[in-house]
């Protein structure tokens, strides 16, 4: 079985601060591991992913994730919040035949 | 590159009416296909998924049928429509490896009167 977790439903930073936006998974096997963006009405746009390559994954707009096995986190952050990274933030963990399952979703808010 | 159409955008249904939504994609062949569903304020919800031509998966039992009539082309219908069908509905494609992430169409926002 695999859940993920999405430790803050909203997450308030100001412009120019650093962001972190907190994902616990479980998983019964090593699992991929998703970071997902959506802007109001929109689809979700994949930020970055994790296949077990390295494990600080870079990904496009300044963001990246670190896994860290021993504490089955993948915590998403940016050095520097800017206006237009406030959105819905999306983590979701991908292992075995099973459908991917997606966390609850974390608000991200800046302010100016 | 691979590109995924959805639509329409937007869309008002009176309670009881029809409902056919559409996605296609482009540029790949034997995408898994899905359906999801996402009400305001709430995470995503799988309704349907399929891997190939006329194989599809329900999630969750309610009055909404999906359909692959060809590989690119996945279709989301509901004969009669609930006040509760209200919600944004985004079709997505993946790779069969298992490394693929989602790519997400831009959703449609279905309002049921």
């Known amino acids: 079985a695999q859940s993920v977790t999405q430790l803050d439903s909203h997450v308030s930073v100001s412009e120019g601060t650093p962001v972190l936006l907190r994902c616990n998974y479980s998983s019964s096997y090593s699992p991929s591991l998703f970071w997902y963006v959506q802007h109001p009405n929109k689809g979700l746009q994949l930020l970055l992913k994790?296949?077990?390559?390295?494990?600080l994954v870079k990904g496009i707009n300044g963001f990246e994730a670190e896994f860290k096995k021993s504490e089955t986190s993948f915590h998403l952050t940016k050095p520097s919040a800017h206006m237009s990274d406030a959105a819905e933030y999306f983590c979701v963990v991908h292992s075995g035949n099973t459908p991917l399952v997606f966390g609850k979703g974390t608000r991200l808010s800046v302010i100016a | 590159s691979q590109t995924i159409h959805q639509w329409p955008a937007t869309l008002v249904q009176p309670v009881g009416s029809p409902l056919s939504l559409e996605c296609t994609v482009e540029g790949t062949s034997n995408p898994n296909l899905y359906w999801y569903r996402q009400a305001a304020g709430r995470g995503l919800q799988l309704l349907f998924y399929?891997?190939?031509?006329?194989?599809i998966s329900s999630e969750v039992p309610q009055n909404l049928s999906a359909s692959r009539p060809q590989d690119r082309q996945f279709i989301l219908s509901s004969k009669k429509l609930l006040l509760s069908d209200s919600g944004f509905y985004l079709c997505a494609w993946r790779g069969t490896g298992w490394m693929s992430p989602l790519h997400f169409g831009n959703g449609t926002r279905l309002t049921v009167t």
């Open positions: 399929s891997v190939g031509i006329g194989q």
């Open positions: 994790y296949t077990s390559a390295a494990t």
